[in-house]
């Protein structure tokens, strides 16, 4: 579904994507983990051009990522991207900021629109939450109503830069059981995450990310009981793995 293919990103004389290699197939939950820094969350970002990369290509269902910015458009319509941040419009009831994006973007009448945002939020488990304003709602609830407008778009991939990082400890819990379930449906998922229990328990693939490159990639059980660099046992080892 996507391809990497010696992907370059330079901010300046800083290099965050020095050659990155590596694919992601349909129905794949792919983690992304390293440390802070390392260019993972900027691979998600090119993932969908939100950033131009400056060397090699991003391949999407068999084609380079456009440039001209209209068919940038039509290929971001196809990847639903979950940000730290919630981003929701705070002057939007729950229901409204789901359905807003099929009716503008896809041309959804409003009552097929209202219809799918009732069923996403059943799907979220916030179905009492549809006439809810962003500021009634807990960062759990906000960050499951924005997986709930991302799926509104029915993308083909789905692209979590750490969905988690800015919930409290007791609410990350009900955002991963969503993205559990979501995986467990099949969708094709590209996770940058630091929950490392989540990332075992639910990613087909893993690739650990160093200064840029991809250090080691292979299944949860060989990245987290047989890491074969000692970049990956370090880095493992700092955030409480065993290994």
């Not at 084609?63 to 939007?92: C, D, I, W």
Request: proline share 5%; glycine share 8%; with cysteine.
């Amino acid at each position: 579904m996507v391809v990497y293919e010696d992907v370059v990103k330079k901010y300046g004389g800083f290099t965050a994507l020095n050659g990155v290699c590596a694919k992601v197939n349909a129905g794949e939950v792919v983690c992304l983990i390293g440390p802070s820094g390392s260019g993972k969350s900027t691979l998600l970002r090119c993932t969908n051009a939100l950033e131009p990369i400056d060397g090699g290509n991003v391949v999407f269902d068999g084609s380079p990522l456009p440039t001209e910015e209209r068919n940038v458009r039509l290929v971001r319509r196809r990847m639903g991207m979950v940000f730290q941040a919630f981003e929701l419009f705070p002057h939007m009831t729950a229901l409204q900021n789901i359905s807003c994006g099929p009716m503008t973007v896809l041309g959804t009448p409003k009552r097929d629109a209202t219809e799918l945002a009732h069923s996403l939020l059943k799907k979220v488990g916030l179905s009492d939450k549809a006439m809810s304003y962003p500021s009634m709602l807990s960062g759990g609830q906000q960050q499951r109503i924005a997986i709930a407008r991302a799926l509104a778009m029915k993308p083909e991939v789905m692209l979590f830069d750490e969905p988690t990082s800015a919930l409290d400890p007791e609410t990350v819990g009900e955002v991963l059981s969503v993205m559990a379930d979501l995986a467990r449906d099949g969708m094709t998922m590209i996770v940058v995450t630091h929950e490392m229990s989540f990332a075992r328990r639910v990613s087909d693939w893993i690739m650990v990310f160093e200064k840029g490159r991809i250090v080691e990639e292979g299944k949860p059980d060989q990245i987290f009981e047989q890491p074969k660099e000692d970049r990956t046992k370090e880095f493992l080892r700092h955030v409480g793995v065993n290994v």
